[in-house]
């Protein structure tokens, strides 16, 4: 070819991406640009993939905050003590490490499902125009785009490959707001207090602000580096949601930037279906959230633990302790008071982890004390670690320098230099940071099984599990029992309703060590984790015989589920599909298992014949 007709030709390559696409019907989006019906998005190297010069227009679009992301294991082979290699490894049980690292998720990876990859870029959003301009380079250039908040999605929803990720992890701004009215709802709301967080906060952030130095509760996750967006999407549940319900249904208001680039303010009075849809309709699908305005309540002045290990000295003697306590729970602890777990063993230990709150330490006392003079009065029993009760003022419930004082066992604070003195994590979570998952599923179990003509099929259920693989009641994420207004505002949400009717959701899990691809020593188990998961299976199995459609909570759910729609939204899936078509009519917000993605392929890249 002469040099003047490659040059000729090299001046048509910028518009080649526009160019591959012309299959389809075209249509011009909001700011103008020609669009198609989009068939599949790009990977780099390949055509379409957007020239260097256009991803340097995106830098300054964004004010030079455009990374190109590597693993910051992508050199331990080569010279494991490489500074960021060696850096990363030494703060590996971090989560506080993780989340501020975009090439990471809080998940390494999950047996044949997925391996925690880094996007190709990522928009480090610190302004809602950051993302409005994400959102449009994605959309003209048929990018795979992502979000990432607290980067905790056990399924990796927030984590794909060959992607553009928006990483808002630096706009973390918290607000209290005393008379706070949703914008278009003066008139028909009273004003309330309320709090608005932005988009990369995390629990320990929106607690800080609100509870430890605003002397007021937000209804918030149980684990404190979980960020705030990604939780109120998932429907997501904190210790005390019996007495205030989901964070979802808290919500008042969201700012969210649509697949057109649009930034919409979504609340009752302004886009009502979207703003349900954000209610518990699954992170990522819709938009990507910029900041969210949520309920306070007054704080109650106590919140309190009761801890403890029961252990059976037979099967038989197992199954009664179970009987036991579940007739217990139904009678003393299925209120607004209680949350969080009991768990079982197959060893035939019963753990108790359970939170109150609205009562002292001698009404929690008092409350226990049948049950535990049941188990006392019984030689077949021994406590294998003792009962304790504890109360504290709530006030203090997330206060790190309280708990650095009076009881430091109980948290693991973030101690990386210059790190805020608030961020802390439970040391139970601990165990979760950077794990590889074997297997994970859950459902829910419907209320009427605690009735006295049906326990006894849920004691055999949950015996017959037992033999089979540990798990746990979480009696905070199913609000049966429930104060009847937080029952009301979840009810007004997107999450499967089944949800209003389960006095628990049981979760069953395994999991093996960090196994982040290109690590030293990362060396997931497969073939255990496949055993796990078929034991698992089977454990899930006697539980589902008992809550046949009882559905399960979308972000703590089974990678594997095929009817995942029923499963995570039953009767609520055609409006939110209808919701999703509405706002997202391409499909631009992908995310496997989220509202719409039955019309792509699993990666999220081919759209699926006849979609
Ligand atoms: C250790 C651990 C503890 C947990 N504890 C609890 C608990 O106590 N209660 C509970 O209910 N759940 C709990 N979960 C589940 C967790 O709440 C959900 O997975 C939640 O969605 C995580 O949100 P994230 O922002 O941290 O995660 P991410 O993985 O960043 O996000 C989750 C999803 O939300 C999307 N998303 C995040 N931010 C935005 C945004 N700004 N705009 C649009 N989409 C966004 C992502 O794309 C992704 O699809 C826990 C998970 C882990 C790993």
């Known amino acids: 070819?002469?040099?003047?007709?490659?040059?000729?030709?090299?001046?048509?390559?910028?518009?080649?991406?526009?160019?591959?696409?012309?299959?389809?019907?075209?249509?011009?989006?909001?700011?103008?640009?020609?669009?198609?019906?989009?068939?599949?998005?790009?990977?780099?190297?390949?055509?379409?993939?957007?020239?260097?010069?256009?991803?340097?227009?995106?830098?300054?679009?964004?004010?030079?905050?455009?990374?190109?992301?590597?693993?910051?294991?992508?050199?331990?082979?080569?010279?494991?003590?490489?500074?960021?290699?060696?850096?990363?490894?030494?703060?590996l049980d971090n989560p506080f490490a993780l989340g501020d690292n975009p090439a990471?998720?809080?998940?390494?990876?999950?047996?044949?499902?997925?391996?925690?990859?880094?996007?190709?870029?990522?928009?480090?959003?610190e302004t809602t125009a950051d993302m409005v301009a994400a959102v449009n380079f994605a959309r003209r250039h048929h990018l795979r785009l992502v979000v990432k908040g607290g980067g905790h999605s056990y399924q990796g929803t927030s984590d794909a490959p060959d992607s553009l990720l928006i990483w808002p992890r630096h706009m973390n701004q918290v607000t209290l707001h005393d008379a706070f009215v949703a914008q278009g709802c003066a008139g028909r709301d009273a004003p309330q207090p309320a709090v608005t967080i932005e988009a990369g906060a995390m629990w320990s952030d929106a607690y800080d602000a609100v509870t430890t130095k605003g002397g007021r509760y937000v209804q918030g996750g149980g684990c404190t580096t979980?960020?705030?967006?990604?939780?109120?999407?998932?429907?997501?549940?904190?210790?005390?949601?019996?007495?205030?319900?989901?964070?979802?249904?808290?919500?008042l208001q969201a700012e969210i930037v649509t697949a057109d680039g649009e930034v919409r303010v979504a609340n009752a009075c302004t886009h009502p279906d979207l703003f349900w849809g954000i209610k518990g309709g699954g992170g990522g699908s819709l938009g990507t959230i910029t900041r969210v305005t949520l309920r306070t309540f007054e704080l109650p002045a106590v919140f309190g633990a009761?801890?403890?290990?029961?252990?059976?000295?037979?099967?038989?003697?197992?199954?009664?302790?179970?009987?036991?306590?579940?007739?217990f729970y139904?009678?003393?602890?299925?209120?607004?008071?209680?949350?969080?777990?009991?768990?079982?063993?197959?060893?035939?230990?019963?753990?108790?982890?359970?939170?109150?709150?609205?009562?002292?330490?001698?009404q929690a006392e008092q409350v226990w004390a049948p049950f535990l003079d049941w188990v006392r009065g019984r030689g077949e029993y021994r406590?294998?670690?003792?009962?304790?009760?504890?109360?504290?003022?709530?006030?203090?419930?997330?206060?790190?320098?309280?708990?650095?004082?009076?009881?430091?066992?109980?948290?693991?604070?973030?101690?990386?230099?210059?790190?805020?003195?608030h961020h802390t994590l439970w040391a139970g979570d601990q165990e979760q940071v950077g794990w590889f998952i074997h297997s994970y599923q859950s459902t829910w179990l419907p209320a009427t099984l605690l009735q006295p003509g049906q326990q006894s099929r849920l004691v055999d259920a949950l015996f017959a599990a037992s033999r089979q693989w540990g798990f746990s009641l979480h009696f905070n994420k199913g609000l049966a029992g429930g104060a009847d207004d937080a029952v009301e505002r979840a009810r007004d949400t997107a999450t499967q309703p089944r949800m209003l009717d389960a006095f628990a959701l049981a979760i069953c899990a395994s999991s093996g060590d960090p196994a982040f691809p290109g690590m030293p020593n990362a060396r997931p188990e497969l073939?255990?984790?496949?055993?796990?998961?078929?034991?698992?299976?089977?454990?899930?199995?006697?539980?589902?015989?008992?809550?046949?459609?009882?559905?399960?909570?979308?972000?703590?759910?089974?990678?594997?589920?095929?009817?995942?729609?029923?499963?995570?939204?039953?009767?609520?899936?055609?409006?939110?599909?209808?919701?999703?078509r509405r706002y997202d009519p391409d499909g631009l917000f992908f995310v496997r298992h989220g509202v719409g993605s039955e019309s792509w392929s699993e990666d999220g890249f081919t759209r699926l014949h006849g979609s």
């Open 226 to 251: 979980v960020g705030v967006a990604g939780l109120v999407q998932s429907g997501g549940f904190g210790s005390f949601s019996k007495q205030w319900g989901t964070a979802a249904s808290n919500l």
């Open 527 to 580: 073939a255990r984790a496949r055993r796990e998961a078929a034991t698992i299976g089977k454990a899930m199995e006697a539980l589902r015989a008992v809550a046949p459609g009882a559905g399960c909570y979308v972000s703590e759910s089974d990678y594997f589920l095929r009817d995942w729609q029923q499963e995570f939204w039953g009767s609520h899936y055609a409006k939110l599909a209808a919701v999703k």
């Open 330 to 362: 139904r009678s003393a602890l299925f209120n607004p008071h209680w949350g969080e777990q009991m768990s079982f063993r197959g060893d035939n230990t019963l753990n108790l982890s359970m939170v109150f709150q609205g009562l002292t330490q001698a």
């Open 306 to 327: 009761v801890f403890g290990s029961i252990k059976a000295s037979s099967d038989e003697a197992f199954r009664a302790l179970i009987g036991k306590a579940m007739a």
């Open 104 to 125: 990471l998720t809080q998940t390494s990876g999950w047996a044949d499902a997925w391996t925690s990859h880094p996007s190709a870029y990522a928009v480090a959003a």
């Open 383 to 421: 406590f294998a670690k003792p009962v304790q009760t504890l109360a504290m003022p709530a006030r203090h419930f997330w206060d790190a320098a309280f708990f650095r004082a009076h009881a430091p066992q109980l948290v693991v604070p973030d101690d990386r230099a210059g790190a805020p003195a």
């Open 1 to 91: 070819m002469k040099r003047r007709e490659l040059l000729k030709a090299m001046a048509t390559l910028p518009l080649l991406p526009l160019l591959m696409h012309s299959g389809a019907a075209s249509a011009r989006d909001a700011a103008g640009f020609m669009t198609a019906k989009l068939h599949s998005r790009v990977r780099p190297g390949h055509p379409g993939w957007p020239l260097a010069a256009q991803w340097k227009q995106l830098e300054r679009d964004v004010g030079g905050r455009l990374l190109k992301l590597e693993s910051p294991f992508a050199h331990c082979g080569a010279s494991p003590s490489d500074g960021e290699c060696a850096e990363m490894l030494k703060h």
